[in-house]
């Protein structure tokens, strides 16, 4: 694999899927099983976080100039989704921060039957690794950039790091909304997590929890990887 020359891209967005919830889900199954090979072979990466309830869609692709521009001129014309404008960020980097093997990373947040979830429990202590997804948000809105990125976000990179969790986070300051996922032994995750659901600065969408085992690590090179919505840049102007 050649290193990545001057001109590496990369390019973020946020839409919102067309149509109902289950088309709309089973269109962007579709979307990312096409996109994996298609941005391997372009040598693009990238990830994409979907929000099934608000059918929210956000994506990062990193990649030459060209692909890049190449694939966003797809997206734009896609229409089984609307692109909200001001969220489209293009910036030129120095280095990946999504791994050139990924092609698309894909995480889905969608409300499910608790239920299922207990009975996971039950065998996941029996499991070398397990991972736990789960949507909250900010009950300060006002502050919530500072408190999710500039204050609980170092420290999770730090505590997470002395005991074996890795993961990914992705705060919306647009809606308050954080979507997480934390991975690493069971017993540490439930621990950590019975702390995160403790949390006074949040709540916690519980029927949004999900805890599976894995095999391996979807982000073992990050204690605790993150990314932002920002406000749009009106909202955040002073009158």
Not at 10 to 18: A, I, K
Not at 50 to 78: F, H, M, N, P, T
Not at 121 to 133: D, G, I, N, R, V
Not at 186 to 214: A, C, F, Y
């Amino acid at each position: 694999q050649k290193a990545d020359g001057p001109g590496l891209a990369r390019l973020s967005y946020t839409s919102t899927m067309r149509g109902d919830s289950t088309t709309a889900r089973a269109e962007l199954q579709g979307i990312v099983a096409k996109s994996v090979k298609r941005n391997l072979e372009s040598g693009i990466s990238g990830h994409m976080c979907y929000d099934a309830d608000l059918q929210k869609v956000w994506q990062v692709l990193e990649g030459s100039r060209e692909a890049i521009g190449a694939v966003w001129e797809c997206i734009e014309k896609d229409p089984r989704h609307v692109i909200d404008e001001d969220t489209v960020e293009v910036d030129m980097v120095d280095s990946r921060k999504y791994p050139a093997g990924w092609g698309l990373r894909y995480n889905g947040f969608e409300k499910i039957n608790g239920k299922v979830s207990e009975v996971d429990c039950a065998t996941l202590s029996k499991c070398q690794l397990m991972q736990l997804a789960y949507k909250s948000f900010m009950k300060d809105g006002d502050s919530g950039h500072h408190d999710v990125m500039e204050a609980i976000l170092p420290h999770a990179m730090m505590s997470n790091a002395k005991v074996g969790i890795t993961g990914w986070l992705l705060y919306n300051d647009r809606t308050s909304t954080i979507y997480q996922v934390l991975e690493g032994p069971p017993e540490i995750v439930e621990r950590l997590w019975n702390r995160i659901s403790q949390d006074p600065r949040h709540t916690v969408i519980h029927n949004s929890v999900v805890r599976k085992k894995v095999e391996s690590r979807e982000f073992p090179n990050w204690s605790m990887g993150a990314s932002e919505v920002a406000q749009s840049h009106w909202a955040t102007q002073s009158y």
